[in-house]
């Protein structure tokens, strides 16, 4: 039961290019989305979240969009840099429903080009 | 800038085996998690920990997993017995509050059972 999915595996950009992240969910509970990076060996690192009050969110060269109707969410990445190849995790939570737990998606692995 | 370390980064174990996996949270955070990745899937919620009891378990927590904080700092999870499909990366995340919260990940360890 993949409640959060991105369905892109991998998207390749060139520098200074933007770079769209894609994430759908399923389950109309949930209110609270966070955006990770995952580096090789590392954890994943927070990177911007958005709570279903809002429909943007931006911070310096990443902005997330939330379109509750159609349940979608993306995250933007302007200019993209190399620094920013990594995996791109979704996750999304219900602050209402008393859990605590993230589903998260699959990921994106995100390689720009130099 | 505070991080959560996980202790050891990789692990391997027999079959059978019991291990315990070891991290220090942030030290003002109050909620505990414990995440997996079985290569080449998605980062799955196994547990999560508050007040010194577990908030919410996943299905996957089953008998054979366990966690503690057995002082101020340390925060386990304890296989009892190891499977085969047990071999993951192990995330230990911890988080200030459980509304519009961010958990703060660690860098994993790396369970492999032979």
């Known amino acids: 039961d993949q409640q959060v999915k991105q369905n892109s595996p991998s998207l390749s950009v060139q520098e200074g290019r933007i770079s769209i992240l894609n994430c759908d969910y399923t389950n109309s509970m949930f209110d609270y989305f966070l955006w990770y990076k995952k580096y090789p060996a590392e954890g994943p690192t927070f990177l911007i979240s958005?709570?279903?009050?809002?429909d943007k969110n931006e911070d310096g060269r990443f902005t997330v969009f939330l379109n509750k109707s159609a349940k979608h969410l993306s995250l933007h990445i302007v200019p993209s840099q190399p620094g920013d190849s990594a995996v791109y995790f979704c996750?999304?939570?219900?602050?209402?429903?008393?859990?605590?737990?993230?589903?998260f998606g699959t990921g994106t692995r995100l390689k720009v080009l130099a | 800038e505070p991080e959560v370390t996980q202790t050891p980064s990789h692990q391997v174990t027999q079959m059978g085996q019991e291990v315990i996996l070891r991290c220090v949270p942030i030290?003002?955070?109050?909620?505990f998690y414990w995440y997996r990745q079985i290569l080449g899937q998605k980062v799955e919620f196994l547990v999560s920990?508050?007040?010194?009891?577990?908030?919410?378990k996943s299905e996957i927590f089953d008998d054979q997993f366990s966690v503690e904080r057995p002082d101020g700092s340390n925060f386990t999870l304890k296989i009892r017995s190891t499977k085969l499909e047990d071999s993951a990366m192990y995330f230990c995340?911890?988080?200030?509050?459980?509304?519009?919260?961010?958990?703060?990940f660690g860098p994993g360890t790396r369970l492999t059972v032979l």
């Open positions: 996750a999304a939570t219900s602050t209402t429903s008393g859990t605590y737990k993230y589903i």
């Open positions: 958005i709570s279903s009050i809002k």
């Open positions: 030290s003002n955070h109050l909620y």
């Open positions: 920990f508050y007040n010194n009891e577990i908030s919410e």
């Open positions: 995340a911890s988080s200030e509050a459980v509304s519009y919260r961010s958990e703060f």
